[in-house]
C-alpha cells in the first residue's frame, strides 16, 4: 500500500513562530503537493514539486515556502506563522505523467496559530 | 480548469444504491473526470475515473452522458463507512504534475 505520512496530526505555534510540516512518501513517487482546507474553501494547493529541488507556486503561496532535498520528502514551512494560517494541511504525492495518476494523500496536520 | 457542481448534500439509507451527481458543462474533449472522497478525519481518496465510457472498479461505478456535460458515481449498496465528501473533479490530459481543483462536493450521509 501507498503510505503518504504527515510529521504530526495536531500542532499549536504561537504567532511569528517558524513552523515545519513534514511529509514524506513511501512509492517513489515523482510529484508531491501541499495543500490547505478551510471550512467552506474546500483544498486549495500551495506548492507542488514534480522532481527533487524543483517546486511550482500553487494558487495561495503566500506565506509559505517548500523545500525537497530528497525524492521521499517534502517540507512546508511557515517562515512567521499567523493566525490566518491556522488550517487543516495536506500532503499528496502520485507518479507524473498525465491525468491518469492518482494522488494520494496523508492524514492531515491540524495546525492551530495563537 | 473547466468547472464541476454538485449539490451540496445527499442522503440515503445503508445497504441501498446512491446516485451521486456531477454537472461539467464546460468539459473539454481532453479532460477526464476524477471522483475522490473524504472520509471524517482523514485525506482525500481517489475512487474511480474516466473519460467516455462507463467504468466499473471494486469501488464505485462512473456513468457519464453521452454529451459528457454530466456524470453520476454510483455506489451501488451504500455502508456507513461510504458516509463522506465526494468530490467530481476534471483533470487535463498534459503530461507533468497535475493539480487536483477540489470544489466543495457533496457531503454523503448514510442512514442505518
Known amino acids: 500500500d501507498v503510505k503518504v505520512t504527515q510529521s504530526s496530526r495536531y500542532l499549536v505555534k504561537r504567532t511569528g513562530e517558524k513552523v515545519f510540516l513534514e511529509c514524506v512518501q513511501d512509492m517513489d513517487h515523482e510529484n508531491m503537493f501541499w495543500y490547505r482546507q478551510d471550512p467552506g474553501l474546500g483544498l486549495r494547493l500551495i506548492y507542488f514539486s514534480y522532481d527533487v529541488k524543483m517546486k511550482e507556486k500553487g494558487d495561495i503561496p503566500e506565506g509559505y515556502s517548500v523545500s525537497r532535498e530528497k525524492k521521499e520528502r517534502f517540507s512546508l514551512i511557515l517562515e512567521s506563522a499567523s493566525t490566518n494560517q491556522t488550517s487543516m494541511y495536506l500532503c499528496a504525492s502520485s507518479f507524473s505523467g498525465g491525468a491518469l495518476k492518482e494522488q494520494f494523500f496523508g492524514p492531515g496536520t491540524r495546525l492551530t496559530v495563537l | 480548469d473547466a468547472k464541476t457542481t454538485q449539490p451540496n448534500s445527499m442522503e440515503s439509507n445503508e445497504e441501498e444504491p446512491v446516485h451521486l451527481p456531477c454537472n461539467h458543462s464546460?468539459?473539454?474533449?481532453?479532460?477526464?473526470i476524477h471522483w475522490y472522497r473524504q472520509l471524517p478525519s482523514q485525506g482525500p481518496e481517489y475512487v474511480i475515473h474516466g473519460l467516455t465510457s462507463n467504468v466499473n472498479n471494486r469501488m464505485a461505478s462512473l456513468a457519464i452522458a453521452e454529451d459528457r456535460k454530466s456524470s453520476t458515481l454510483i455506489l451501488h449498496r451504500a455502508t456507513l463507512r461510504d458516509a463522506a465528501v465526494y468530490y467530481c473533479i476534471l483533470r487535463g490530459s498534459i503530461q507533468g504534475a497535475q493539480k487536483l481543483v477540489f470544489g466543495q462536493g457533496t457531503r454523503l450521509t448514510i442512514n442505518p
Open positions: 464546460t468539459i473539454s474533449g481532453t479532460d477526464y
